[in-house]
């Protein structure tokens, strides 16, 4: 079974930077998509940012310019870089992951438990 542990979150102040990282573990045989949503209160789920494993990137609108994606294939982990955060961004972050593994169900799309990012005025 494949799961997911997020790290990075927190507190920072409006301008700030986080950074959130995302390790996949378990019985993985191919990782596809990786990516980011984020829930704030009130609100459903939205997504943030996803990558392929051939590194394409995809990003909404609002983050886009202020937050980066990316990937290291060899240890099952994507990153979030965000920048110049704003109060708007404050949300529980969850990472997503899609791929193959080497039981059954072979296919497999997973959550992680979430880590909330809050950012004050």
């Known amino acids: 079974q494949v799961q997911l542990v997020e790290s990075g979150g927190g507190l920072v102040q409006a301008g700030g930077s986080l950074r959130l990282s995302c390790e996949a573990s378990g019985s993985i045989l191919r990782i596809d998509a990786m990516g980011w949503y984020r829930q704030a209160p009130g609100k459903q789920r939205e997504l943030v940012a996803t990558i392929t494993s051939t590194g394409v990137t995809n990003y909404a609108g609002s983050v886009k310019g202020r937050f980066t994606i990316s990937r290291d294939n060899a240890r099952n982990t994507v990153f979030l870089q965000m920048n110049s955060l704003k109060p708007e961004d404050t949300a529980v972050y969850y990472c997503?992951?899609?791929?193959?593994?080497?039981?059954?169900?072979?296919?497999?799309?997973?959550w992680g438990q979430g880590t909330q990012v809050t950012v004050s005025s």
């Open positions: 997503n992951a899609a791929g193959v593994q080497t039981i059954l169900p072979t296919d497999f799309h997973v």
